[in-house]
């Protein structure tokens, strides 16, 4: 009896929660698709069902999804204007599902979704969430392109009820464009860990360097010339000359820098101490067999895989890019952290990590910031918010 009068308590607050739709470019693997898979988890344990949309077919990580929450793949072409067509797939989607808010995922979906909403008069309130230092973002070509684009992302940015920033970096950098109002901006850190990831991180790994005594240093991401893993290898090769250490070096990741990286791993003479890994649905088996992590990247907005390294006890190094590794590490408490572009401080900055690592208990510990209850919560009072002010939590309570 009074289980079933538990049941019926809650079932005024489940209708009365305004329905939630979470916009992906895809479920392929990478940061941006895995903060939208731990998300749409981390809410579902909270006791919201959302759905998610994703504008193309396939991604390893939509097994990660659990079977309960829907996810409709459109197979939309990327075409911003193909997308927009009163007749697309992406409109008809959003029709169909009527949702009261709509959660979207990294800066040409977030465009998408405040387009849609502007052009088609959808009721749906946005809470566009930014991965990326968009400063660096739009910083190339002529100065009208860069002003071009700066004022369609303030103009479509600001359909938007919030926006969310992986960083405080991040939200400064949103803000003093003039691109999102003060108020509008939320700083939410990423969802990286949950009770998985420890059985993650201790499933087998085939490869044979992670079984042997000699360190393995790993970087994780698209080979893009944004990660500078150029700067890497050439850090990597001084390490080797200057540090009296043997080490191999793992890069796990896809990406068109590929081919340019081997082959200048064959002219520093690296080829049998570097291993492209490719990309890999469980990164965290490997984090957690390496000695350290190393993140070379010219710009982040966030750094995902050093909370995911530091939560699997991995000692890390990072340069100190405009946005995210510093927030992360907490001005270097829990990491080193190097000048971008200097190959010689980041050479220094791995044989230190390997010579005097942190210990692996006290990262575990500092990684729980990022865990992706605490960020589901945060984004369920967002999303509360953001339908209370546009007067949904009541109409959704009425269905």
């Known amino acids: 009896m009074a289980a079933s009068r538990q049941k019926e308590a809650d079932v005024p607050e489940r209708a009365a929660f305004p329905r939630v739709l979470l916009l992906c470019p895809d479920l392929e693997i990478g940061g941006l698709q895995r903060v939208a898979v731990n998300l749409a988890k981390g809410l579902s344990d909270l006791g919201v069902r959302p759905t ?9 990580l939509r097994s990660l999804l659990p079977q309960h929450i829907e996810v409709h793949e459109l197979g939309c072409t990327s075409q911003p204007l193909a997308l927009l067509l009163p007749t697309s797939k992406l409109g008809r989607a959003l029709r169909a599902a009527r949702p009261d808010v709509v959660l979207s995922f990294g800066h040409m979906t977030n465009l998408l979704a405040a387009w849609a909403k502007a052009l088609w008069g959808f009721s749906f309130s946005l809470v566009a969430s930014e991965h990326s230092t968009l400063s660096q973002r739009i910083a190339g070509g002529s100065t009208l392109s860069r002003l071009r684009r700066r004022l369609r992302a303030r103009s479509l940015y600001r359909k938007a009820r919030y926006v969310v920033c992986v960083s405080q970096g991040v939200a400064e950098d949103l803000t003093a464009l003039g691109i999102v109002p003060a108020e509008k901006a939320r700083v939410i850190y990423n969802p990286i860990v949950d009770p998985s990831m420890p059985e993650q991180a201790k499933a087998p790994v085939d490869h044979p360097w992670l079984g042997e005594e000699v360190p393995v240093l790993l970087a994780v991401g698209r080979l893009v010339a944004l990660k500078a893993y150029d700067d890497l290898l ?5 390490f080797r000359e200057e540090a009296g250490l043997a080490a191999r070096l793992v890069l796990l990741g896809e990406g ?28 965290y088996a490997w984090m957690a067999r390496a000695s350290a992590l190393v993140l070379s990247s010219r710009c982040e907005g ?3 895989v050093l909370a995911e390294a530091m939560a699997c006890g991995t000692n890390v190094v990072a340069t100190d890019c405009r946005s995210g590794p510093r927030e992360v590490l907490e001005g270097g408490r829990w990491g080193r952290l190097v000048p971008v572009g200097d190959v010689s401080a980041l050479a220094r900055a791995m044989r230190d990590a390997l010579l005097d690592p942190l210990p692996h208990a006290d990262l575990i510990q500092a990684a729980e910031r990022f865990s992706v209850a605490r960020s589901a919560a945060l984004w369920r009072d967002l999303i509360l918010e953001a339908a209370q002010g546009d007067g949904k939590l009541q109409k959704s309570g009425e269905r």
């Not at 998610?52 to 390893?60: E, I, K, Q, S």
């Not at 050439?234 to 001084?238: M, N, S, V």
């Not at 068109?256 to 520093?268: D, I, K, M, S, Y």
Request: proline fraction near 4%; aromatic fraction near 6%; charged fraction near 20%.
């Open 234 to 238: 050439r850090a990597f090769q001084i």
């Open 302 to 304: 966030f750094g995902s």
């Open 52 to 60: 998610c949309l994703v504008l193309r077919r396939g991604g390893a």
């Open 256 to 283: 068109p820098e590929r081919g340019r990286l081997e082959a200048l791993t064959a002219t520093l003479g690296l080829e049998d101490c570097v291993c492209f890994a490719g990309r890999q649905t469980n990164p």
